[in-house]
């Protein structure tokens, strides 16, 4: 069965960095564009970033877009979420999510098929 694991995440402190990785399973990973998102208690899944399949484009919501960096490991399975000079905005659960082909990548966190359990990121002095 398909299976996204999240990891990475964690406390910072205004400015800082963390590097999201998601471990994917079950499905041809190589196939299917791919996702994060985030939620923050009370609010809905907010779309952050996506990639292609082949990772020849990537998408970014204007929110993280020039401080955060999605790439994957197609021999590996795995994607990731580099994220740079975080902000306390910033704060929330990130959770990958396979997208239903390999090159659409949708804002709309209702055209995903499978998620992860996700990763708690806190950014905090």
């Known amino acids: 069965q398909v299976q996204l694991v999240e990891s990475g995440g964690g406390l910072a402190q205004p400015g800082g960095s963390l590097r999201l990785s998601c471990a994917a399973s079950g499905f041809t990973f190589s196939s299917y564009a791919m996702s994060w998102a985030r939620q923050v208690p009370g609010k809905g899944l907010e779309w952050v970033s996506g990639?292609?399949?082949?990772?020849?484009?990537?998408y970014y919501a204007d929110s993280v877009k020039g401080r955060f960096t999605i790439s994957r490991d197609n021999a590996k399975n795995t994607l990731d979420l580099q994220m740079n000079s975080l902000k306390p905005e910033d704060t929330a659960l990130y959770l990958c999510a396979k997208a239903l082909s390999s090159s659409w990548v949708s804002p709309s966190v209702y055209e995903y098929d499978y998620w992860g359990q996700g990763t708690q990121v806190t950014v905090s002095s």
């Open positions: 990639i292609y399949s082949d990772g020849s484009e990537t």
